[in-house]
């Protein structure tokens, strides 16, 4: 199993280009399939979740080339199955979106029922009311969602609860349905604009994603295109954190500024500077942090992925600070973690009530989830000594070269996976 070591109390100095975002990425891939030309995607995330992806969809056969580590070509011209095998996807949550697609293209889909980050019990109904309101039969059996339709047509959705993955997956099959959808009550984050954008790049026509009614106008087939996926917010959220936790000077790169607004304010408001370029943003910590309030809400509020990463930094601000967490119920399990680097946080409910201490100090630490991991990360770059974050291939879900992106900033963090090597690591840096 590998480990991350860190040697923490380094400022972060530099610049860091981020990726393509994962969840923007993992729909549109799914999407792809669609299509029976040739798709090319450019800025894909290197990161696990999106190599579980392709390699599903190629074992249902469509026909996938990795010219780069970047780029993806998908031809879903020679796809011979609607049932995804649970072997391959059984790790991924966004095995969801395989039903979307699956189910616009060709009326049937079979996908086990989706894994993932365990943050909350995650139903899928939303999705299910949706593909039924358009049309489909769909039931659960052993494990599996069928979902089976003789025609689909379009329909009147209100979704009841705001769901990134249900918005994106109905607009998925009802683009290729007969006839005019109507989401009410969308999601708007920048993923769900990019998947619309995709789709629309194929000759989908669906208008006022980004708002929270999103109309689609199904047509009958799909072409080819070549599409570049939005930058991560969410990567690039984890650096402006680390730059901040660690009293540094960072510039993010490759970002689209307005997507970053509600991080942003978080981090002017807790003492930091922050400058907007036309594509980065430059996060400057020069003084001890402030405590502050943070709520988790759907995009344009303040996100449910990076509330980790701003839980650990205000873990050594200056007061008491409470986090809402108002998405999942079971996004904590990164508290007792920290509490053994020396945070002072109890959580009640969905709440975390952090009072700041001075110093956090290096531990051994287990990351429960992807941004909890990141979190954790992130608080043994500011604390003194050595921290070992085990279990990273939560993190190796959704950051690029973590390791990697940091060291160019000053950090001292190597990935391990042996004692040997942590102790060799701590030879090294002193
Ligand atoms: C996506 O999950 C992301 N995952 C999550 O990122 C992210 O935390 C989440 O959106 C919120 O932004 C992917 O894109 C693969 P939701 P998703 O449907 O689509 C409830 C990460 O760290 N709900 O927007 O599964 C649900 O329980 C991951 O990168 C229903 O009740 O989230 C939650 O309370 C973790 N019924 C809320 O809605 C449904 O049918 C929002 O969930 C669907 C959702």
Redesign the pocket.
């Known amino acids: 199993m590998e480990q991350y070591v860190i040697k923490g109390g380094i400022p972060l100095v530099g610049e860091v280009g981020i990726a393509g975002a994962?969840?923007a990425a993992?729909p549109i891939i799914s999407a792809a399939i669609m299509s029976d030309e040739m798709v090319t995607l450019e800025n894909l995330p290197d990161v696990n979740d999106i190599n579980v992806l392709i390699e599903s969809i190629e074992k249902i056969g469509a026909h996938v080339e990795r010219p780069d580590r970047h780029t993806v070509r998908i031809n879903g011209s020679t796809i011979q199955s609607c049932a995804v095998d649970y072997e391959s996807i059984k790790k991924i949550?966004?095995s969801y979106y395989l039903l979307g697609a699956l189910l616009g293209k060709y009326q049937e889909a079979e996908v086990p029922l989706p894994g993932g980050?365990n943050?909350?019990?995650?139903?899928?109904?939303?999705?299910l009311k949706g593909f039924r309101a358009i049309g489909a039969e769909v039931n659960i059996s052993h494990g599996t969602i069928i979902a089976r339709a003789k025609k689909m047509h379009g329909a009147h959705i209100f979704m009841d609860?705001?769901?990134?993955?249900?918005t994106i997956n109905i607009m998925m099959a009802a683009s290729r349905a007969e006839g005019r959808t109507i989401i009410e009550n969308a999601?708007k984050?920048p993923?769900v604009v990019d998947a619309a954008n995709f789709l629309n790049s194929m000759g989908a026509d669906i208008k006022g994603a980004g708002t929270d009614v999103i109309r689609i106008n199904g047509v009958p087939k799909f072409h080819g295109c070549v599409y570049s996926i939005v930058p991560d917010m969410?990567e690039a959220g984890t650096y402006m954190f680390a730059a901040a936790a660690t009293k540094g000077d960072v510039i993010v790169k490759n970002v689209i500024p307005k997507h970053l607004e509600a991080i942003t304010a978080k981090l002017i408001e807790i003492g930091c500077e922050v400058e907007e370029g036309d594509d980065s943003v430059r996060v400057v910590a020069s003084k001890r942090l402030m405590r502050t309030h943070v709520k988790t809400m759907p995009y344009p509020g303040y996100?449910?992925?990076m509330q980790p990463q701003i839980a650990a930094v205000l873990s050594l601000a200056q007061g008491t600070s409470i986090v809402t967490e108002s998405?999942?119920e079971n996004r904590f399990k990164y508290v007792d973690e920290l509490t053994r680097m020396g945070a002072n946080i109890k959580v009640e409910g969905n709440t975390a009530i952090i009072d700041g201490v001075p110093q956090l100090t290096g531990a051994r630490v287990s990351s429960p989830d992807?941004?909890a991991g990141a979190a954790l990360v992130i608080a043994g770059l500011a604390a003194e000594g050595f921290t070992v974050v085990d279990d990273i291939v939560y993190i190796q879900r959704?950051y690029e070269d973590f390791e990697g992106k940091l060291s160019n900033l000053g950090a001292e963090i190597r990935r391990v996976s042996t004692e040997d090597e942590i102790r060799k690591f701590e030879l090294s840096v002193g």
């Open positions: 994962k969840n993992l949550r966004a980050c943050i909350g019990s995650r139903p899928i109904d939303q999705h609860v705001v769901s990134v993955g249900a999601a984050e993923h969410i996100p449910t992925d998405i999942f992807l941004r959704g």
